[in-house]
């Protein structure tokens, strides 16, 4: 079945830095690639997501980077702040299974430093 | 209305018990999950409906039963569940299945003692 890699598990940057998280999959087919943020005892929420036709997608300060050769992809966040501390998935669907049944990465917890 | 509503939102049951939880949408969305969470884990998939219909079964142990009476409402009945079972269950929805973006409720802490 699909394996999805997380890394790093956790993540410390300075606020205003940079943070990037990447993530690799086994599956060549696997065409969706969306990214959950979930906040200390909140729900998950999808925070950008990618399909395999593009290479990068850019929402303010979030971006995801698709490299279909190498099976990864990254996500960017730039100028961070305090109420970017969370836990991060990315998730991509098996083989022929479309997004209804994701298998999520094991997660970065961020943390932002003031 | 944008959210997805779980209820209860704490739920203590010892092995022998029968339980429910109730998971409630109305944005029209036609596809419904259930996923376990444990502490410092992602989401796994138990169940998926589709159109009130069972799509997906992820070889969940008979003591998890789903059921969808209608295209708003999802239930998760719990029977002789086990201490290992104790986790966080969310509930999602999406329009339909292969759509994308994945809306959570808040989820319901499990404790089995």
């Known amino acids: 079945g699909e394996n999805v890699e997380q890394h790093p598990s956790t993540l410390s940057v300075q606020e205003g830095d940079s943070a990037v998280i990447k993530c690799t999959y086994s599956?060549?087919?696997?065409?969706?690639f969306p990214w959950y943020k979930q906040e200390l005892g909140k729900r998950p929420q999808l925070i950008i997501d990618?399909?395999?036709?593009?290479g990068e997608k850019k929402d303010q300060r979030i971006a995801v980077t698709l490299n279909k050769t190498a099976k990864h992809f990254s996500l960017h966040i730039t100028e961070t702040q305090p109420e970017d501390s969370a836990v991060y998935f990315c998730?991509?669907?098996?083989?022929?299974?479309?997004?209804?049944?994701?298998?999520f990465g094991q997660g970065t917890r961020l943390t932002i430093n003031p | 209305d944008t959210e997805v509503t779980q209820t209860p939102k704490h739920l203590v049951m010892g092995m022998t018990n029968k339980k429910s939880l109730k998971c409630e949408q109305h944005?029209?969305?036609?596809?419904m999950y259930w996923y376990k969470q444990k502490a410092k884990k992602p989401p796994e998939l138990m169940f998926v409906?589709?159109?009130?219909?069972?799509?997906i079964n992820e070889s969940v142990p008979s003591r998890f039963s789903p059921e969808c009476p209608n295209s708003s409402l999802l239930n998760l009945h719990l029977h002789a569940l086990q201490p290992e079972d104790s986790a966080l269950y969310l509930c999602?929805?999406?329009?339909?299945?292969?759509?994308?973006?994945?809306?959570f409720g808040e989820g319901s802490r499990l404790t089995v003692l």
């Open positions: 999602a929805s999406s329009q339909r299945l292969n759509t994308g973006e994945l809306f």
């Open positions: 599956d060549s087919a696997s065409n969706y």
């Open positions: 990618i399909r395999s036709n593009v």
């Open positions: 998730a991509t669907p098996p083989r022929g299974q479309g997004a209804q049944k994701l298998v």
């Open positions: 944005m029209g969305h036609r596809a």
């Open positions: 409906y589709s159109y009130e219909k069972l799509s």
